[in-house]
């Protein structure tokens, strides 16, 4: 069986100052969380971190943790210079970087302000995710493509990690068939255990496919938790968030909110889904409570993951 791992992720900046954030990802490092993950968003009235610029910045004040992006919207990146940045963190921080890519939500605010095309999103991700697999591979490469086109490309240094992990991310028949084609991971969306399982068979169903497996290891899903009451104000704020991503679903099927053991339970629920790898996001905002959330996490849940290995 693979083995559990949690990693801890932020999407609006949830500090009240860059200290509180460095004390949080100090705590992180020391505390054996598995990774963290910055949700990529460029043009936001809310205040969000560059994802690659976090990346680089996490490079250098940790030694051991392991960070990724989730997601990379590949429809707004120059492949090429994303290879490049990629590469280079890994290089920098001695193989830690975990990439993560995906087409982007066609509700993102991006789309209108920076006038893409929604319906070409696809198209440019597969093209993308084509140079970026051959760069980091390949001494010259050359692309044309409708939406991109290279000629004789190089990218050096090349990534330390040998096979260096390319994750997909999303649920739609798309993002399956690029995870089989070129991912070495994939990350959930916003699913249910009942809803992660078939998505998990369907994936490793097209692997084979193509002559290839995903690592068992590699297959990650994300949900929010809090210690604490249902009724806290913060669980309130968190909801409206998640209702513009939910459909029409129960919002409260994407929290654990109680004490350490609703959170292993719901973590169970998703190992036994297929899931092995852990993006979890707390509820709250401000330094101190950001803090005492992971702290609990660190001490009350993370201990207990051998059992479900």
């Not at 809310?46 to 990724?68: C, D, I, N, Q, W």
């Amino acid at each position: 069986m693979a083995r559990i791992s949690v990693g801890m992720g932020i999407g609006a900046f949830p500090f009240d100052t860059v200290q509180g954030f460095w004390r949080w990802v100090d705590l992180c490092e020391a505390g054996g969380v598995d990774s963290l993950w910055q949700s990529d968003r460029i043009v936001s009235t809310e205040p969000m971190l560059e994802s690659m610029s976090v990346m680089a910045a996490l490079a250098g004040r940790t030694r051991r943790l392991k960070f990724g992006m989730n997601v990379v919207s590949l429809a707004f990146r120059d492949p090429v210079l994303l290879a490049k940045q990629c590469a280079t963190i890994d290089v920098l921080s001695e193989g830690r970087i975990l990439p993560a890519f995906g087409i982007g939500s066609p509700i993102s605010a991006e789309w209108a302000a920076l006038h893409h095309d929604t319906k070409t999103r696809g198209a440019k991700a597969d093209e993308a995710l084509e140079i970026i697999h051959r760069l980091w591979r390949e001494d010259h490469v050359t692309f044309e493509g409708e939406h991109f086109r290279i000629t004789d490309a190089s990218i050096s240094p090349k990534p330390v990690q040998e096979e260096l992990p390319l994750w997909i991310g999303g649920s739609s028949e798309g993002a399956i068939r690029r995870t089989a084609r070129y991912g070495t991971g994939w990350q959930s969306t916003v699913e249910t255990p009942a809803e992660t399982a078939p998505l998990i068979a369907r994936i490793k169903q097209a692997a084979a496919e193509v002559g290839r497996e995903i690592d068992p290891g590699h297959f990650g899903v994300g949900f929010a938790y809090h210690f604490g009451r249902d009724d806290d104000p913060a669980i309130e704020a968190a909801q409206g968030i998640y209702r513009r991503i939910a459909a029409k679903r129960d919002v409260r099927d994407f929290f654990a909110i109680g004490d350490a053991e609703t959170i292993l339970e719901r973590i169970k629920a998703y190992v036994d889904a297929g899931a092995s790898k852990f993006i979890l996001r707390t509820l709250v905002q401000g330094d101190e409570p950001m803090y005492e959330q992971t702290r609990r996490m660190i001490e009350e849940v993370l201990p207990e993951l051998g059992e479900l290995s």
